[in-house]
């Protein structure tokens, strides 16, 4: 899970070069879907890949825009067997 909060509060920067360039998104690097807090301070995306530094590519693409909170998740299904 990726945590991004907009430098400056401000989202629209970001918004706007995703318009223009895309996710930026390295191969191997699965966006599977966001949500954007409601006072539109946050948001957080659900991303997949089995080489982190992919991920790390893809957080120097954005982090003049963003600052990012990384936080390893699985799905509860495979956390419950383990608990």
């Known amino acids: 899970m990726v945590i991004e909060r907009f430098k400056n509060g401000e989202p629209r920067p970001v918004y706007s070069r995703a318009r223009e360039q895309g996710r930026l998104l390295p191969d191997g690097l ?27 590519r893809w957080v120097a693409s954005w982090s003049d825009l963003v600052d990012f909170e990384i936080v390893p998740v699985v799905p509860s299904a495979q956390a419950s067997p383990l608990l």
């Open 30 to 56: 699965r966006y599977v879907d966001s949500w954007v807090a409601a006072d539109f301070a946050r948001c957080y995306q659900l991303m997949e890949c089995d080489d982190l530094t992919l991920l790390m």
